[in-house]
């Protein structure tokens, strides 16, 4: 229980750091807007990631080289993830048949509670989402705060992140990972 009181509070603090009200009942109004970029940087090799989805399925990235991955961390609890899952649904569809995968990883959190939040949506999801419940993911990714984002090359290498909600079928976003895509 000790662990998951510190990840709760680092998490909080990252809200708070990213003006996200505490409190769950938070508005699409009062939240900040979602980015449109990712920070680029000199490619280092990802660490490891092998997971069960919510359905049982395990999922390797070692398995998806030659695709570019698109890895995103995140709970259900958290204001910015919660708006930013809709617009990784449109990418995945929007790149779909080529050589790109979405993985959403959600840290802490079971399967009931991430299926009574999707069904939700407006829209399904089709891409993986996967469940991290000891956060041992996250802190081999050294995740700082809910969400982060990163963006796996073909060959494997973390060449962009990002912390913070993103729009990720902005044109801006779509140019950026069909670049990598390009390499």
Do not use: Y
């Amino acid at each position: 229980m000790k662990r998951l009181d510190r990840i709760a509070g680092m998490l909080l603090g990252t809200a708070l750091i990213f003006g996200i009200p505490a409190a769950t009942g938070a508005h699409a109004a009062d939240l900040p807007p979602l980015s449109h970029s990712l920070m680029k940087q000199a490619p280092k090799p990802a660490p490891a990631l092998k997971l069960k989805d919510i359905d049982g399925a395990t999922h390797d990235l070692a398995k998806l080289r030659g695709k570019v991955v698109l890895i995103n961390f995140w709970a259900t609890w958290c204001p910015p993830c919660r708006r930013e899952m809709p617009s990784m649904e449109r990418l995945s569809q929007a790149l779909k048949g080529e050589a790109f995968a979405v993985l959403a990883v959600d840290v802490g959190e079971d399967a009931d509670t991430i299926h009574a939040f999707t069904s939700q949506l407006d829209t399904a999801l089709h891409f993986p989402i996967l469940l991290d419940s000891t956060s041992r993911a996250m802190q081999a990714w050294k995740v700082a705060g809910l969400p982060t984002t990163f963006l796996v090359d073909k060959q494997g290498r973390i060449v962009a992140s990002a912390i913070g909600g993103r729009e990720f079928d902005h044109p801006d976003m779509v140019k950026a990972i069909r670049d990598v895509m390009g390499k």
